[in-house]
């Protein structure tokens, strides 16, 4: 019974790293300068031209690489950020990551002449919520382990997202 299950699973990842070299194989012939696949394999073997080792070795295969472990890192996170939620509908845009991320970047990208300004606006009242509330709200964010309810930490996670993009 066991090989039966086991049998669809080995054939679908071969399936998917077959598909993974191949996708991989074309973005290292194609490009602004073409480089046939026959070519690219003797340069992986060590061999070929000297522009096409240079293409190939300092450009085009540690971005391609590269794309690979940041696609498999989003992935990961992804199944992380909806099964820690317990929502299967988490996405950073829901839970406030992209403005979290969008509020870093505007403060690491100011001067820091600007960062006074920034921390006056730090009040309950720039969120447009009552002080009880935003008590709430960090309570809710300090409330951890199985009894944090869903629906209150998904409240918590949609109210950061809102303060942080009214920053």
Same mark, same amino acid.
């Given at each position: 019974?066991?090989?039966? $299950? ?16 191949? !996708?991989?194989?074309?973005?290292? %012939? ?8 026959? &070519?690219?394999?003797?340069?992986? +073997? ?5 522009? +096409?080792?240079? *293409? $190939?070795?300092?450009? @085009?295969?540690?971005? %391609?690489?590269?794309? !690979? ?16 939620? @317990?929502?299967?509908? %988490?996405?950073?845009? !829901? ?5 979290? %991320?969008?509020?870093? #970047?505007?403060? $690491? !990208? #100011?001067?820091?002449? /600007?960062?006074? =300004?920034? +921390?006056?606006?730090? &009040? ?15 309570? /809710? ?6 009894? =944090?309810?869903? *629906?209150?930490?998904?409240?918590? &996670?949609? =109210? ?8």
């Amino acid at each position: 019974m066991k090989t039966k $299950i086991l049998m669809p699973l080995w054939a679908g990842l071969f399936l998917f790293f077959l598909a993974l070299a191949v !996708v991989q194989a074309l973005s290292l %012939a194609l490009g602004a300068t073409s480089i046939s696949i026959p &070519e690219v394999l003797s340069v992986l +073997a060590g061999e070929g031209s000297e522009h +096409a080792r240079r *293409v $190939i070795w300092e450009l @085009r295969l540690p971005r %391609a690489l590269l794309a !690979v472990l940041v696609g498999m890192h989003l992935a990961v996170s992804g199944y992380l950020l909806q099964t820690l939620s @317990r929502n299967p509908l %988490a996405d950073a845009g !829901v839970l406030g990551i992209s403005a979290g %991320a969008s509020l870093a #970047a505007v403060l $690491i !990208v #100011a001067p820091r002449e /600007n960062w006074n =300004r920034f +921390a006056r606006k730090l &009040e309950p009242k720039t969120f447009s919520i009552s002080p009880t509330e935003f008590q709430s709200f960090k309570q /809710n964010l300090s409330a951890g382990g199985t009894n =944090r309810l869903p *629906v209150r930490s998904s409240i918590a &996670e949609t =109210r950061l997202s809102d303060m942080c993009t009214r920053l």
